[in-house]
């Protein structure tokens, strides 16, 4: 982690050159992580890497190498990740240690991907939940961390009961009050589905009602297809709905598989293309690498016969190329 001096010089001048109107600004959020640290974590264990590193001879293997497994990419936490303080805090402190600025995705709430069942799982009960993502904030600590929240938690609202929504709700907005107080220096964005599923005002009631005004903001087109473009503008929509409940928010975008589009397809589909990799601004705050380009949506598709988040090298290779 870099020096914080340079941030907080930045800060005061910001705040001697707008004078007084820092007091119409909204609640206080951390430090800008990425001013903390010299670019984006690459994961030196994601997939991708991991294939590669076992396929030297592979003719596909220097390509998805280059392309996909030394790009900056999002490290995903769930209930595989054993002790998970232990796990995001050794995850962090690599990422801190060459001045990296980690992603980090929590993918844990009950009933996780209850519509499509493809990702089904997560914690057995909204206590077990409460207490795993204090320990996932715990393990960031004060290290400059970004994170997004629960995919698909909001998305999946229609396969829900009110009372499970209401119950989502209180586990997402107590998600967002553990990284405030746990993990000061991470920037949190709680997932906000994509511009092909949820009409921008209902995300922006849900989002209001799951808590994003505590959060840094919300992440769009987290596993799937849509381009820049198309999540910038559903994201100043849903800001334009978000609005009427007195503020906006930033906003990040997956582009890790987004290079040429959806075709209307999210599990699996074929002749998609690797995006822009991680970096600040887009026409987003951030757009980030969430999903690794080849890593399984589940048995569909391109992707017939495996299981979610399994690596599958020729869909990665033709991911580069785009056919």
């Avoid at 402190?93 to 709430?109: C, E, F, M, Q």
């Avoid at 997402?172 to 949820?198: E, H, M, R, S, T």
């Amino acid at each position: 982690m870099r020096k914080p001096v340079r941030a907080a010089s930045a800060l005061l001048a910001g705040v001697l050159a707008t004078g007084l109107a820092v007091i119409n600004a909204g609640p206080a959020h951390a430090a800008d992580p990425t001013t903390m640290t010299s670019g984006f974590y690459a994961d030196p264990d994601n997939s991708a890497l991991r294939w590669t590193n076992a396929n030297p001879g592979d003719g596909r293997a220097a390509a998805i190498r280059t392309s996909i497994a030394n790009t900056p990419a999002a490290r995903w936490f769930g209930n595989w990740s054993g002790d998970i303080a232990a796990a995001t805090g050794a995850y962090v402190g690599r990422a801190d240690a060459y001045d990296k600025l980690p992603i980090l995705v929590a993918y844990n709430i009950p009933n996780r991907d209850i519509c499509a069942g493809h990702s089904g799982g997560g914690a057995g009960s909204r206590a077990a939940y409460d207490a795993w993502i204090a320990a996932f904030a715990s393990g960031i600590g004060s290290r400059p961390a970004v994170v997004v929240l629960e995919p698909d938690a909001l998305g999946h609202e229609s396969c829900m009961t009110a009372g499970q929504i209401a119950e989502r709700n209180a586990m997402l907005k107590n998600a967002i009050a553990q990284f405030k107080a746990k993990a000061p220096n991470a920037w949190v964005y709680l997932d906000a589905g994509n511009p092909g599923w949820i009409d921008a005002s209902t995300m922006a009631r849900q989002l209001a009602a799951a808590g994003v005004s505590g959060a840094r903001g919300f992440a769009l087109n987290v596993s799937n297809y849509f381009t820049a473009d198309q999540n910038t503008s559903y994201g100043n929509a849903v800001n334009s709905a978000l609005s009427s409940y007195g503020y906006t928010k930033p906003f990040v975008v997956d582009t890790s598989r987004n290079g040429s589009g959806s075709n209307g397809q999210w599990c699996n589909p074929a002749g998609r293309r690797i995006g822009t990799p991680s970096q600040r601004g887009g026409g987003a705050e951030m757009l980030l690498w969430i999903k690794i380009p080849g890593e399984s949506d589940g048995n569909c598709g391109v992707g017939s016969g495996s299981s979610a988040g399994q690596f599958l090298p020729e869909v990665a290779y033709k991911m580069i190329y785009g056919y």
